[in-house]
């Protein structure tokens, strides 16, 4: 079965600081990987994903993310952080080629921004 | 169309008793996703539909939990019986195909 680890719980950058959020997967297969960003109290918004092709993907909000085969990583990085990107990310990884729809998520990392 | 909506937003229940929430999904979208998220965690999936059939449910998914999608449109999602341990937010999304989940507000269920 398939797996995500967020090893960090909390971290805080200060605004304008570049950001790496780090997520590592476990599955034997070609992974689906995604990147969700939730604010309190409401659901989840995609951010990116990877399903194939170049392994540098470009989201929303100035996000991106590199999948690293070798390392079984997916970390959501940004140049240049906004307050506004205070929230929780969550990586998920998809086994959709065995035609399972299910979405394994990690347990988050929450992000705050000091000015 | 405004999104994936939720509702009840919020429920407070006795242990015991039954409760019911509704998912609307994005009108064109044919599938259909139950998670829940408890406070700290990621969301677990529960279940998934594609149009009214349920492919997919989650060993999560005990016998007193039931969910539906009547015509494909609309689904339900029943606890009886409710347990403190059910306390939790109940997320739904919705796709087409094999597009980007989108995800409502969720429902977030607390029983004392």
């Known amino acids: 079965a398939q797996s995500v680890t967020q090893p960090d719980i909390h971290i805080t950058v200060s605004e304008g600081a570049s950001l790496e959020l780090r997520c590592n997967y476990s599955y034997g297969a070609t992974p689906y990987l995604f990147w969700y960003v939730q604010s309190p109290g409401q659901g989840l918004q995609l951010l990116l994903k990877?399903?194939?092709?170049?392994?540098l993907v470009q989201g929303i909000k100035g996000f991106e993310a590199e999948f690293k085969r070798s390392q079984s990583s997916f970390n959501l990085r940004k140049p240049s952080v906004h307050w506004s990107d205070a929230a929780e990310y969550f990586c998920a990884v998809g086994a959709w080629d065995t035609g399972r729809r299910a979405l394994t998520f990690g347990s988050g990392t929450r992000l705050q921004v000091q000015p | 169309d405004t999104g994936v909506s939720q509702n009840p937003r919020h429920k407070i229940t006795k242990r015991g008793q039954n409760v019911t929430f509704r998912c609307d999904p994005i009108?064109?979208?044919?599938?259909l996703y139950w998670y829940r998220q408890t406070l700290g965690q990621g969301p677990e999936f529960l279940t998934y539909f594609q149009n009214e059939a349920q492919l997919e449910k989650s060993r999560l998914l005990s016998d007193r939990f039931s969910a539906e999608r009547p015509k494909g449109s609309f689904s339900t999602l029943e606890i009886q019986r409710t347990e403190q341990g059910d306390s939790a937010m109940y997320l739904c999304?919705?796709?087409?195909?094999?597009?980007?989940?989108?995800f409502g507000q969720g429902t977030r269920l607390t029983v004392v």
């Open positions: 990877y399903f194939s092709g170049d392994t």
């Open positions: 999304a919705s796709s087409w195909d094999r597009g980007e989940a989108f």
């Open positions: 009108s064109e979208h044919n599938r």
